[in-house]
């Protein structure tokens, strides 16, 4: 840990306390939080569940209080003009709109379910990517010990280079070679630390702790990795039915459909109740305090305005639908990706590092037996070959993780939800 901490502070790094390590677990728990991606999917859903509550208050009663102040000259005996003020509460509530409401408030609940599933697929993506980070910062690491162990080897070689030059035991142009072999290396090493501070910031911001770097990071047990991966052929339906973007895309084209019910519904009357209280300057028989009544309003001619409203609906059909199939196909091309992916990083690619690991094992211990027996004076790069080799190892175990992690997301289940569905008969 203390190694660590001066490495981090040497790569530029603020002064951080020693607190609790960070676990993958704990990383991935700041999935819900606050971070601007959630903040944004989340007003989008707000905005969605204003529009509901809007469209369901349109029967709502409206009580006003309503005004005028006149004067007016009466027909029946010419006098002059004369105040003619008043005042009146009204009580209006709609009773009957053939259908205006109900398809205003299907269409707004289709796009609350649709902003919900936009919510959660932002959610999948954060988990992503919050898992992408966690593993470059252990890659960062794993990678700076292994070319700064380069590194001290080469240095090694050029300073016992130096001695022999002085000794006339070794020409300008090899001595030249290893210096300059040590000076990449040194570089490649500075560019690995850097790595090391980059990394671990682009972690803090995905797990919404900016300028909160995290200092030790344990490498995870990834128990998914191991899971037995379904056929292509059973998982594609089971995709298409729980892919949350494609349920968001039909969610879309329903709440067109309410909403072309509801334009069509605004051609047929609608049946209001009006209740009101008055009270005039001026008595007349014509005028009453109160009253009430049934307000029945029928539409015959309203121009373009219904036609265009549903041209336009009809276009976004057509648009919507278009994606929805198009989405269909992408998300047949992705999974098929990534479900190969997973097969050659479980077969191919795991058993080509596991033999670089046990080559390398076994080289290094040949390298150590040398040098005990003092045939060599150092290990050489023996130690680094095999940290590579171990990088290697985690590339595709990390690598692994993330292709189970975007076949959840693109399948909207895990595989020990489908493995379990598969066993009942209901995947």
Same mark, same amino acid.
């Given at each position: 840990m203390r190694g660590w901490l001066l490495v981090l502070q040497f790569a530029g790094l603020p002064a951080l306390a020693q607190g609790p390590v960070l676990?993958?677990?704990?990383?991935?728990?700041?999935?819900?939080? +606050?971070? +601007?991606?959630?903040?944004?999917?989340?007003?989008?859903?707000? =905005?969605?569940?204003?529009? &509901?509550?809007?469209?369901d208050s349109s029967k709502n009663p409206v009580l006003n209080l309503e005004g005028q102040l006149r004067r007016g000259q009466t027909t029946l005996n010419g006098?002059?003009?004369?105040?003619?003020?008043?005042?009146?509460? !009204?009580?209006?509530?709609?009773? &009957?709109?053939?259908?205006?409401?109900?398809?205003?408030?299907?269409?707004?609940?289709?796009? !609350?379910s649709a902003r919900r599933l936009a919510l959660l697929?932002?959610?999948?993506?954060?988990?992503? $990517?919050?898992?992408?980070?966690y593993f470059d910062v252990l890659l960062a690491d794993a990678q700076y010990a292994a070319d700064n162990e380069y590194m001290a080897v080469y240095y090694v070689s050029w300073d016992d280079?130096?001695?022999?030059?002085?000794?006339?035991?070794?020409?300008?142009? $090899?001595?030249a070679q290893l210096e300059a072999r040590y000076q990449d290396q040194r570089e490649k090493r500075n560019r690995s630390l850097?790595?090391?501070?980059?990394?671990?910031?682009? =972690?803090?911001?995905?797990?919404?702790?900016?300028?909160?770097? +995290?200092?030790?990071?344990? +490498?995870?047990?990834?128990?998914?990795?191991?899971?037995?991966?379904?056929?292509y052929e059973a998982m594609l339906p089971v995709a298409i039915k729980n892919n949350r973007q494609l349920l968001a895309q039909d969610a879309r084209l329903k709440a067109v459909a309410a909403r072309s019910e509801a334009i069509r519904a605004d051609r047929t009357p609608t049946l209001d109740l009006e209740l009101y209280a008055s009270d005039y300057n001026r008595d007349t028989a014509t005028r009453d305090r109160y009253s009430a009544g049934l307000v029945f309003s029928w539409p015959l001619y309203q121009g373009e305005r219904i036609d265009s409203r549903l041209a336009r609906e009809d276009a976004q059909r057509a648009r919507l639908e278009a994606v929805y199939e198009q989405g269909k196909r992408d998300l047949a091309d992705?999974?098929?990706?990534?479900?190969?992916?997973?097969?050659?990083?479980?077969?191919?690619?795991?058993?080509?590092?596991?033999?670089? !690991?046990?080559?390398r094992d076994q080289a290094l211990e040949r390298a150590r037996g040398e040098y005990e027996l003092e045939l060599?004076?150092?290990?050489?790069?023996?130690?680094?070959?095999?940290? !590579?080799?171990?990088?290697?190892?985690?590339?595709?175990?990390?690598?692994?993780?993330?292709?189970?992690?975007?076949?959840?997301a693109l399948t909207g289940m895990s595989l020990k939800e489908f493995a379990q569905a598969s066993t009942q008969g209901t995947p």
């Open positions: 676990t993958l677990e704990a990383a991935l728990a700041a999935v819900d939080a +606050p971070h +601007p991606q959630i903040m944004a999917a989340q007003a989008d859903l707000n =905005l969605a569940l204003a529009d &509901l509550s809007l469209a006098r002059d003009w004369e105040d003619d003020h008043g005042a009146r509460l !009204v009580f209006r509530k709609p009773l &009957l709109d053939f259908g205006r409401e109900s398809g205003q408030v299907e269409a707004a609940k289709q796009e !609350v697929d932002v959610r999948d993506a954060r988990r992503i $990517d919050i898992m992408a980070r280079a130096k001695k022999k030059f002085e000794l006339g035991d070794m020409n300008p142009r $090899d001595l850097l790595n090391v501070r980059t990394a671990r910031q682009k =972690l803090a911001n995905a797990i919404n702790r900016p300028g909160q770097l +995290p200092v030790e990071v344990v +490498p995870p047990a990834l128990p998914q990795n191991e899971l037995k991966l379904p056929d992705a999974l098929l990706e990534t479900m190969l992916e997973i097969e050659w990083l479980k077969t191919a690619a795991r058993q080509a590092a596991k033999v670089q !690991v046990e080559y060599k004076t150092s290990l050489g790069t023996a130690m680094a070959d095999t940290q !590579v080799a171990a990088i290697r190892q985690k590339q595709v175990e990390y690598r692994l993780a993330l292709a189970i992690a975007r076949l959840e």
